[in-house]
């Protein structure tokens, strides 16, 4: 666990030519805007600022990497659903994570972050079809409740 102990902020993705170069296998974190996703992060590496939160949803307008170490690394992927920008902005995002997804070679898995206070919604289905045969794994829980530390 001495990566997790050491994680730190590698680089934010606003373009498809800013994704970094294949390196360690990564986890990707998506969700709908504003579940949690960066308090996941924090959470997971024992760290209360390293990926920065915020209660307004569609803050995280980049893909935000993570290093754990030389073994691997974290994606705090931005969130769908009903982030209040602009139509432009939700489809640059969409554009920019497809890209990602498509890329990333050495992606072994996704945490696809939901609020356990609402059912799978057609975007959460769209997002699992859309991962292909990329593994997901749901982490389900109470949006606006803290990650236990």
């Not at 934010?12 to 294949?22: F, K, Q, V, Y």
């Not at 307004?56 to 705090?76: H, M, V």
């Not at 139509?87 to 696809?112: D, I, K, P, T």
Request: proline share 7%.
């Amino acid at each position: 666990m001495t990566g997790f102990a050491q994680a730190v902020f590698l680089r934010a993705a606003g373009r498809i030519a800013d994704l970094p170069p294949a390196g360690p296998p990564e986890v990707a974190f998506a969700g709908r805007s504003n579940v949690g996703k960066s308090s996941a992060i924090n959470t997971i590496v024992g760290r209360r600022g390293l990926a920065r939160t915020s209660k307004t949803p569609g803050r995280t307008q980049t893909i935000n990497f993570y290093g754990l170490g030389e073994s691997a690394r974290l994606a705090d992927l931005p969130g769908y659903g009903y982030a209040r920008v602009p139509q432009a902005m939700r489809a640059h995002w969409r554009e920019l994570v497809g890209a990602y997804l498509q890329s990333a070679s050495r992606l072994v898995g996704v945490v696809v972050v939901m609020d356990a206070r609402h059912p799978l919604t057609p975007i959460d289905q769209q997002l699992m079809d859309w991962l292909g045969a990329v593994p997901f794994f749901c982490l389900a829980h109470e949006s606006g409740q803290a990650f236990a530390q």
